[in-house]
Each structure stands twice: as C-alpha cells, then as structure tokens.
C-alpha cells in the first residue's frame, strides 16, 4: 500500500512471503524466489507476470493488473488462485491438482482448462464476467454445474474439446440462418 514503481526481490532466495500489493509496479521479477509460497501482488499494473520457477507457490493473487497472459502449469502446490481483473484471455490450471479456490472472473477469457483430475476440491469457483468464455473444460460436467454457479449464462461445462467445438458450431450454424434467412 504505497506507491512503489519498483521492487528488486532477486537477492531475497529464501523469501516465502511476498506482499506488494497496492502500488504501481508495472514488473515484478521473482524467478529467483524458489522459495515462494504465497504471492500478494494484486492492485499494480503488472502487464506480465512469471511464476515458472516458484514451484512451491500455494497462494497467488495477482487480481486487478494488466496481465494478457498467466502460466501455471509448474505451480503443481497451487491451491488458491486469484487472478480476477486482469486481461487473460487463456487460462489453464489442469496441472494444478491442489487447487481449491480459482477465482479468475473478469478477464477477457476465451478459453478455461480446469480438469486437474480434483474438480471435487475446487470449494470456490468463479468465471463470471468472460462474455466471450463459452466453454470451461471441466473434470465432471454434473459436479460443475451443481457447484460452481459463478459462471456467464453463456458459458457451458464440457469434458473434451470436440464437445467445445460441437457447441461453438452450432453458434455458428444459428448465426447463419439468421443472416441467410433474415
């Protein structure tokens, strides 16, 4: 809660630790972090943010920046995932089989892969405000649609990507014979 422009952490290796929110870094280098388990860097303007070598990483919120794009495939520790308000357009937590909270609602997304094989776990569960997020790959459609409610009337629950194609055909197929047939 200041207004800090810039941080340098890489000389910190046994941090676990990190709260910067609520300033105005527009990067934040935390590579050489291992150690890492909990990361509070919301309120910024962060328009990137890498996360790769922090394996150990159980707690990130990096809620309200800039981010287009978001990798966690190697946080395989992840259980709570607050990356809401940003400008993602893809996310994909299937490797993160710990997780139990995503929050990932306003975004710009297009494309959620949460099958991580314990959708079960996920206790919270928010992708509301993605108009453009027609489907969420999902472990078990009936567990989802029963559970996380937090999701645009237009998005659907599916298992595999065919079924994602299948759904966004048919989109298409009604939008044509509107135009054809007015």
């Known amino acids: 809660n200041n207004q800090l422009t810039s941080l340098d952490v890489s000389n910190n290796t ?12 527009t990067s934040l280098g935390v590579s050489n972090n291992t150690e890492l388990t909990i990361l ?3 309120n910024n303007q962060l328009t990137s943010l890498d996360v790769s ?22 946080n395989t520790e992840l259980t709570i995932l607050n990356c809401y308000n940003n400008q993602l357009t893809s ?6 089989t710990a997780l139990t909270n995503l929050s990932c609602d306003d975004n710009q997304l297009t494309s959620l892969d949460v099958r991580n094989g314990n959708n079960d776990n996920v206790t919270f569960f928010n992708a509301s405000t993605n108009p453009d997020l027609y489907c ?3 472990d078990d459609i009936s567990y989802s649609t029963t559970n996380w409610t937090n999701i645009d ?5 599916v298992t595999n990507e065919a079924a994602c194609a299948e759904l966004s055909l048919g989109d298409t197929a009604f939008e044509l014979d509107v135009t054809i047939y007015p």
């Open 14 to 25: 046994a941090l676990t630790n990190l709260n910067c929110r609520t300033n105005q870094l």
């Open 53 to 74: 070598n922090n394996t150990a990483l159980t707690n990130l919120n990096c809620r309200t920046n800039q981010l287009t794009s978001l990798g966690v495939s190697n």
């Open 40 to 42: 509070n860097c919301y």
């Open 136 to 138: 969420i790959l999902v």
């Open 153 to 157: 009337p237009a998005s659907a629950f």
């Open 91 to 96: 996310l994909d937590v299937s490797n993160n």
